[in-house]
Structure formats: structure tokens, C-alpha cells
């Protein structure tokens, strides 16, 4: 196909007193709400057809799962909602736990999160959460979204083939996806020895935790074709809630890059109340709005795991864009006045 007839966003957030109009009959837009529309009702299927269920969830919090903290990778929403000051969750992650004291086979939930960071082409401030809760360990979840995200891709190609070839001008990546027998795994150390310890690739703190880059994560993908896992990140590196293995160094998380990046973060968490008490100290944040958290995993000790995906980077993979902001049909920028 030629490139220049591919279908491309023009960008009309940029001006949102008029975007909301421009978008009806935006080629673009039309095909964004159908592929939307397309995740949503596959992920549904899927979820169906492993008797996962579905529980209705408040957006508001006092508990938000990345407080000011060691680990925290965003800014909480603080709000007040009548007279009382709270938050716009930033994951559901929590309440899926607790769901899980009711589902046993796990829980999941499509919403909007919301995070205290300003847009820009990777990230923003209000984003669509596909995110579920299971019992058992990180292995079991990160099968459970290598599986989902094939669910997903298959029948969004039975469905919608010839307009993401007319978007991305290729489906070939995500056939590629769908015939992995399954996704590549390194743990943070192999990925710090493939990138030959770069400083370009890692960020190191202070407190003497390490991340990986923009520029990282990019290598990453390219050295394993097109996607990967990336597990047991430094435990202050996560927040209080991911599980550590044994010797205390490393936590039992995943996460997933494809597309422009991190797309999908999965973790275990910790059973007891004992260890959550233990981690919350060691990752510098108060117990006081998680005392909640804690008794429950006080008196209902369970081994769960739990995966979140941003809806909008799966999109940008599935077109092969790079932009998170051609991702919203009604656009939300932190700090501007958007109709409607």
C-alpha cells in the first residue's frame, strides 16, 4: 500500500473549541471508535469465556495505588466532592482485589484512570484502563494477558482487517503477534546485560533502584522483534504493593513492551497483611488511608495477581502511530477548559 494514502490523525486536539465538530466525519475518528468499540466487546467475550466477571466500581478513592512514595511512577488526582477531599482513582486495582474475595476466579473492569501528569506523546492525564484481578501468581496473569491480547487481535482482524491496513498500512505485525508460540521473558538484570549497562537505557536513583528509558524500552523492542517482558524489576522501584521474591531485592512484576512501549504492567501481591505492613514501610508511605487494604488481607489472606493495560497504547500498536493524543475522541488535557 502506498504510505501516502494512508488514513493519518490531523491533529485536531490541538484546537479544542472546534475539535469536538471536526472529529464527526474525521476518517480517523470514525475508524478510532469502531476499534474502541471492537476492544470492548472482545474483551467482554474473553472474560466471558474464562467465567472472569465484571463488578461496577466507583472512580473516587481514598486509596490511590501510587501514592507519594518509592516505587510511585505518577502524580495522585486529588479532587473535593462535598466538602471532602479525595481522589480520581488511578487504577482499580484495589477494589479488583477485593472483588476477588467474592469472584474467586477473578475480576476485571474497563475504565478511565486519571494521573496528575501533563500530556505528551507517550502518556495522558485521562486514559482508558482495560485491568483485571485473578487468584494466583505472576505467571498465571502474565499468561492470562498473553492470552488476552491474541483474543483481542484475532478478532479485531476477522472484523477490521482492511481498515487498520488502511490506518497502519500493514496487518503483518499483528499476525506476527498472534504466531508467537509465546512472548519473549528477560528479568531487569538480563536487560541491563543486553543494553550493555548504558546509561542512555537506565535511569539510576539515589535510594539505589533502577528503571529503564524511553530509549531503553524502544531497544528493548527492537532487539526482540516487536515485543517482550521485561520482569523483577528493584523493589523500590514498584510501588508498596508488588510482592517480593525471596531474598528482598527484586519484585514479582512484569511488564510488557510493544508498540511505543510499556503497554501492559502486571504484579503479584503480597497475601497478608503482615507483609503489606512491612512494604509500606520500606517504601516510605503512611498506612493510614491502606488500613482498609491491610485488614482485609488481615482476616481474607489471598495470593492474587493482576494485570493493567492502557487501552490508547494498544490502539497505537494496533495502527503503528505514535502518538497517545490521536487516541481520544473527546480530549482531556490537564488544566484546560475541553467541550464537551
Known amino acids: ?3 501516502k494514502d494512508l488514513i493519518e490523525p ?5 484546537i479544542p473549541q472546534t475539535h469536538f465538530i471536526n472529529a464527526i466525519n474525521d476518517e480517523w475518528y470514525r ?13 467482554n467475550l474473553f472474560y466471558i469465556e474464562k467465567n472472569i466477571k465484571t463488578m461496577h466500581l466507583p ?16 502524580i495522585p488526582v486529588k ?25 474467586e476466579n477473578g475480576v476485571w473492569y474497563i475504565m478511565p484512570s486519571f494521573r496528575g501528569e501533563s500530556e505528551d506523546k507517550r502518556h495522558l492525564s485521562q ?24 483474543y483481542l487481535s484475532k478478532n479485531i482482524l476477522k472484523e477490521y482487517e482492511k481498515e487498520i491496513i488502511d490506518i497502519a498500512g500493514t496487518s503483518e505485525h499483528i499476525h506476527k503477534f498472534i504466531n508467537l508460540k509465546e512472548i519473549p521473558k528477560v528479568t531487569f538484570e538480563e536487560a541491563i546485560d543486553i543494553l550493555k549497562n548504558d546509561e542512555k537505557y537506565f535511569e ?35 510501588p508498596f504493593y508488588q510482592s517480593t521474591n525471596t531474598d528482598k531485592r527484586y519484585a514479582n512484576n512484569a511488564d510488557l513492551l510493544i508498540g511505543i512501549g510499556e503497554t501492559v504492567g502486571a504484579g503479584e501481591r503480597y497475601r497478608t497483611g503482615k507483609e503489606v505492613r512491612e512494604a509500606l514501610k520500606l517504601h516510605q508511605v503512611s498506612e493510614d488511608e491502606y488500613k ?23 490502539i497505537l500498536w494496533l495502527t503503528k502511530k505514535d502518538d497517545i493524543r490521536d487516541c481520544q475522541i473527546l480530549p482531556r488535557f490537564l488544566g484546560k477548559d475541553i467541550i464537551p
Open 127 to 150: 486514559f482508558y484502563h482495560s485491568e483485571a484481578e485473578i487468584c494466583g501468581k505472576l505467571e498465571d496473569v502474565m499468561q492470562l494477558v498473553e492470552e488476552y491480547l491474541k
Open 204 to 238: 539510576y536513583n539515589k535510594l539505589g533502584f533502577r528503571n529503564i528509558t524511553k530509549k531503553g524500552e524502544e531497544a528493548l523492542i527492537d532487539y526482540f522483534n516487536g515485543c517482550v517482558w521485561i520482569t523483577n524489576f528493584d523493589i523500590k522501584a514498584v
Open 31 to 43: 475508524k478510532l471508535v469502531e476499534i474502541e468499540n471492537l476492544i470492548s466487546k472482545y474483551t
Open 10 to 14: 490531523k491533529k485536531s486536539w490541538k
Open 1 to 3: 500500500m502506498d504510505m
Open 292 to 314: 482498609w487494604y491491610i485488614e482485609m488481607k488481615d482476616k481474607y489472606p489471598m495470593k492474587t495477581s493482576g494485570f493493567g493495560m492502557g487501552i490508547e497504547r494498544f
Open 79 to 103: 479532587i473535593q466532592l462535598g466538602g471532602r477531599d479525595t481522589y480520581l482513582a488511578d487504577s482499580m486495582q484495589f477494589a479488583l482485589e477485593y472483588g476477588c474475595r467474592f469472584f
Open 59 to 74: 472512580i473516587t478513592t481514598g486509596s490511590i495505588s501510587s501514592p507519594m512514595g518509592l516505587g510511585s511512577d505518577s
